[in-house]
């Protein structure tokens, strides 16, 4: 399985962003996907992830992001996407997805242990 991130560019702050992580070369399907970023200098954080639909679908959240991205999945073109809005300049960073292939719901989002696959990351750049 590999994973592909793309989406990510250059945005002024309050602009918008999508980005995708497409599955490719998935013979079985994969639970938890999960968006990671990691601003310059810093550490690498979770932000987002989202379970598959034969576990509910459910979502969840970091406390920085919340109501301002949105992760969904479609499951006929095996993507996940995280559409980031109102961004701000703290957002500069490279995006990276994650999949796990096995994470029941009661393990969170931003457990990283399990997340097999990653993504080649994307760059998002917010300008003030």
């Known amino acids: 399985v590999q994973l592909q991130a793309s989406g990510g560019g250059l945005v002024q702050t309050g602009g918008s962003l999508r980005l995708s992580c497409e599955s490719v070369?998935?013979?079985?399907?994969?639970?938890?996907t999960a968006w990671y970023r990691q601003p310059p200098g810093k550490e690498r954080e979770w932000i987002a992830g989202i379970q598959s639909v034969s576990n509910g679908g459910t979502t969840g959240y970091a406390g920085s992001v919340k109501g301002r991205f949105t992760v969904s999945r479609d499951v006929a073109n095996n993507t996940v996407y995280l559409q980031m809005n109102n961004l701000k300049p703290e957002d500069t960073a490279v995006y990276y997805c994650a999949a796990d292939a096995f994470r029941i719901p009661i393990i969170p989002f931003r457990c990283t242990k399990g997340y097999d696959y990653w993504g080649q990351g994307t760059l998002v750049t917010v300008s003030s």
């Open positions: 070369g998935s013979f079985f399907r994969l639970d938890a």
